[in-house]
């Protein structure tokens, strides 16, 4: 079994920010990827960013310049960094782990809320 549990969520106003950090433990054995991704009701869970084992990342056009992905491998924890947060980052923000020996889709954590309000 592989357990995703996510954390640092919270109510933050306008600009301010935020450090999501994801850590996944149980039978893992080599973790490729993970990201985080984002979810409000009534629509579709979206990519926000993605951090391959090699550093390689990604980002969705919305969090570019103010989210940064990083990763602690040795620790199999991956961090999101959140910065100029606006009302529309409001959202359950989910990580997602993939991993040699599990479904193509990954594992997915139980979700942490972010709102952005004043």
């Known amino acids: 079994q592989v357990q995703v549990v996510e954390s640092g969520g919270g109510l933050v106003q306008p600009g301010g920010s935020l450090r999501l950090s994801c850590a996944a433990s149980?039978?893992?054995?080599?973790?490729?990827?993970m990201g985080w991704y984002r979810q409000v009701p009534g629509k579709q869970r979206e990519l926000v960013a993605g951090?391959?084992?090699?550093?390689?990342?990604n980002y969705a056009d919305s969090a570019k310049g103010r989210f940064t992905i990083s990763r602690d491998n040795a620790k199999n924890t991956v961090y999101l960094q959140m910065n100029s947060l606006k009302p529309e980052d409001t959202a359950v923000y989910y990580c997602?782990?993939?991993?040699?020996?599990?479904?193509?889709?990954?594992?997915w954590g139980q979700g942490t809320q972010v709102t952005v309000s004043s």
């Open positions: 951090i391959t084992s090699g550093g390689s990342t």
């Open positions: 997602n782990v993939k991993s040699l020996g599990l479904p193509a889709s990954g594992v």
């Open positions: 149980g039978r893992i054995f080599s973790i490729y990827a």
